[in-house]
C-alpha cells in the first residue's frame, strides 16, 4: 500500500514511522493513535487516486487540515492520514465580485491577509487561525467570533469541490448566489467531519473591510436586558455589531489573577460584562471630529448614553485608542487560559435559543450544587448567537461526579431546545451524547446518508455518527 | 384508499372528482393531471398517518402548497396530492429573539402582516406572496428581489420539522444561530421540492423593519460599471441596498407601449436603467431635513452625485414621494406582463457569477442570431445576485428552433460557470436540462441519497431526478 501510495503522491510525501508523528496526536496531546501512513497530495486529481486505491483496498482514510479539532475529529488507528497542507494555493481574490477561490489547505490567516491586501476581508475567525486550513473550518463549519454578524462558515461558502469515498470529483465550484438545481449536496459536505467525501477546493465570499470600528465594554443590567440592548445597537449602526461578548464576574476575577497589568473593566464591579464591537464601511462613519473621534464612536457613545439614561446598562467606556482596545479584546481572549488554570474541569461548547441563554446559568448551578454543593463555574458566552463556553469545577476529581455534571448540563440543554455541540461538532468526543441527545430519526437519515454515499465506511471511521443502541 | 384517508383526516378533507379540480392544473394551466385523491391533513400527525398508509400502499404522494410553481413542481397523475393549507398557525412571532414559529400552510403574506405588527420584516417577497405558502417556499428555497441583502430562503431558516416518506417525524425545530451535530439535514430538506420528505413546519428568521427608504433610478455607463456602482453604494450604506434591478432599453420601451401612463424613467433614454433601493433601520437616518428629506435619503444623492461626477452613472433620479416610488416599482414589476405580451417565447432562469452578467447579454444575441436573424430578447436582471430573467422571441412558433435557443442559452451559461434554474427549481420542466447539464457525479450522488431516504419512490416520482441516461 505504502508503495502504490508513493507512486501517486512521490515517495517523499509519503510519511510513516517517527516521520508520521506530528499525524499521530490531536494538538491538545489528549487522542494519540498509529496511522499506516500519512499521505500528502498535491492537487485533486492526486486525492482522487489515493481515495480509488484505499476505497478498492476497503482501507480507512483519515482527512487532516490544521489538526486544531477539540473533539478527536481526525483519530486514525491504522488509517491512510491524507493531508491536504500541500493544496495551499489561493487561485483568486475578487474585491469586483467579493470572491475568493481557494484550495483547502490554504491557512485561514493567509487568507485574511490576501484579502486584507484587496481592502477585503475574509470574516471567519478564531484562536487557532494561524494553524487552521480551510479544508478543516468547511468539514466542521468552524463558527468563532463574528458568526452574530457574518454567520458560519457555511454561510460564507458559495462552492465546494469534493472527492467522494470511490474516488470521483464532484464538481459544486459555483460562484452563483442563486442556484436550484437539484438537492443541496454543498451543504451536506460542508460540516460532515471528512465523512462522506473530502473538500479539496471553495469558492468563498469575501466582505468590504470596514473604514471604522468601535469598541465598548457595558454592563447591562442583567441578561434579559443585554440581548434587547444588542438588538437596539444593531439598529442604531444599522445591523453594524461584530462582537457582543458575555463575561460574568467570575471570568473578570480569574483574568484578573491569572494575568499581570490585568486591570477591573470598570471602576465598579458588575456580574454582567459585555465587551462589544462595532464596525461601518460608510466613509461618514469614518469621519474624524476635532477631538479625534470617529463619527461611529460618536454614534455609539450617543446609543450608550440613552441606555444608561433608561437604566438598560449600568456602566459604559468606550477603547479611545487602539491599545485601550487590545485591552479589551485580551480580556476576552483570555478565555481559554483563564478556564485552564484548575481542575479537576468539566468543558461544554453549547448553544441556546436567545431567550434562553438569561435562565441558564441560574438553573444549571442550582442542578449542579445537588450532584456537588462545592461545585463552580466559568464561562465566556457570544451572546448574539447564544453559544456559550460553560466550564465547570467540581470538588473532587471523581469520574461518576464528571459525568453526572455532563449529563446535567446535557439534560438542561435539551429541555431548552438547545445544542449540545454549537461550534466544535462531534468527533469522537461526542459520539455518546450524540447517541443519547440527538433526534433518533435525524441519525437513522444521516446513518442512511453514510451508507450511500461511502458503502464501505473508509471515510473517517468512528466518528459523527454513534452506533445503533 | 379514499376511505381509509377518509379516517384519517375526516370525510370533508378527501377530495376527488371535479372537488379535485384546482388541484389537477397548474396556476398557468400549462401542465394538468388527474390526482388519486385531494387531501387535506389538519396536522403534523395526520400528515404522517397519511404518508406511513401511502408508503405501505406504494402509492405516489405530492405535496401542494399555493400550487404557484412554474416548473410543473406538483404535477400529481394518480397521486395522493397532500395539501398543507391547513397547516396555517403562526406558532410564535418574537421581536426580542428576532424569529417566527410558523406552520408549513401559512401564506407568505399573512407572515409579512404579522411580522410587520411586531416592527419586523421577514424578508423574502416575490410576485406570488398573496398565495404562495410557507411550505412551498422552503421545499423551493424561493429567491425572489431581496435576496441581495437577506439571502434566499434557506438563509432566513433556522429550524424545520419534516415527515419522512414512511411517515416518521424528523424534529429539526431547533431556534440555534449555531448547531454542528452531524449532517445538515435541514439544508438536505430545503429545496428539495419535496422528494425527501414534507416540510410541516419551520423556525424563520425575522429582520427589524427599517425606519428610512430610499429609492432611486440610475442610468450607469455599462453594465461593468454598474456593479462596481452597487459595490460602492453598498458601501456608502453599511450594507444598505435591498434591491438592484436591471431592466435594458428593451423593457423601458415594452413598458412604455403596455402601461397607459408609463412614463420615460429619465430626460434622456439610456441603454442601462437601474432601480435601486437603500434602507436602514438606524434612527438618525430617519431624521428629516427642511426640505422633508431624511438623512438616507441625502447620503444617497451625495453618493450619486459622486459617481454621476466621475462618470460611472449617466443619469439619477431619486424619489421624492411614495407615488414616485411606486411608479419606480411598478415599471419593474411589470416585467412578466411586459414579457409575456408576445409570442413565440422562450422564457429562462438563469444566474450567472457577478462578471459574467456584462458580457452574457452580446454573447447571447450572437450566438441567437445565427439560429434565427431576426430574434430580440427582453429581460430584467436582478443584478446584485445575478439572476438574469431572459426572455427570447424567435421570428416563428418552431419547437426545433425554440429547443435551439433554449439549448444556446444553456451553453453560454454553462461556459460561464452559471445555473439554468437561480430559483424556478427543476420540477418535470427542467429536468432534461438537469440531465444534459449538472454534474454526473453530483445527480450520481443525488439519486443515492433520494433511494436511501425514500427507498420506494413515493414522494414527488418524476421530478427533480433525472433518469440516467
Redesign the interface.
Known sequence: MTERLAQIVGPKHVLTGSDAEPFSRDWSGRYRWSPKAVVRPGDTAEVSKVLKLANDAGCPVVAVSGNTSVSGGTTADGAIVLSLSRLNKIRKI??????AVVEAGVILSNLHDAADAEDMIFPLTFGARGSALIGGCLS??A?GSN??RYG?T??LCLGIEVV?PDG??????????????????R??M???EGT?GIITAAVLKLH?KP?AVATAMIAPRDLRVA??VL?KL???????VDAFEYMPRSHIEGHLALSKGAREPFEDRHEVNVLLEVS??????AQVDADGTTALTG?LEAELARRLETGDIADAVIARSEAQRREMWERREAAAEVAYTREPRVDSDI?????KVAGFFDEAMMRLRSLDPEVSNISVT?L????IHYCVYPSRDDETLKDGIRETIEQIVAES??????????GVH?LST?RRR??E??????R??????DPKGILNPGK??PARN
Chains 1, 2 share one sequence.
Do not use: C
Not at 169 to 181: P, Y
Not at 234 to 240: E, L, Q, V, Y
Not at 351 to 355: E, G, I, N, V
Open positions: 475578487d474585491p469586483h465580485t467579493q470572491i466542521t463549519n463558527g458568526v452574530l458560519n457555511r454561510d467522494l470521483r470529483i464532484m464538481d459544486l465550484m459555483s460562484e452563483l448566489h442563486k442556484n436550484n438545481t437539484g438537492l443541496d449536496l451543504h451536506l460542508i460540516g460532515a462522506l468590504p473604514k440581548l434587547e438588538n444593531n439598529d442604531a449602526t444599522g445591523r453594524g461601518s464601511t460608510r466613509p461618514v462613519d454614534l448553544a441556546l435559543p436567545l431567550d457570544h448574539g448567537d447564544g453559544n431546545g438547545g445544542s449540545f455541540s454549537a461550534e466544535h461538532g462531534i461526542k450524540m440527538k433526534d430519526v435525524a441519525l437513522d437519515v444521516m442512511a446518508i453514510k451508507t450511500a454515499i459523527v455518527f
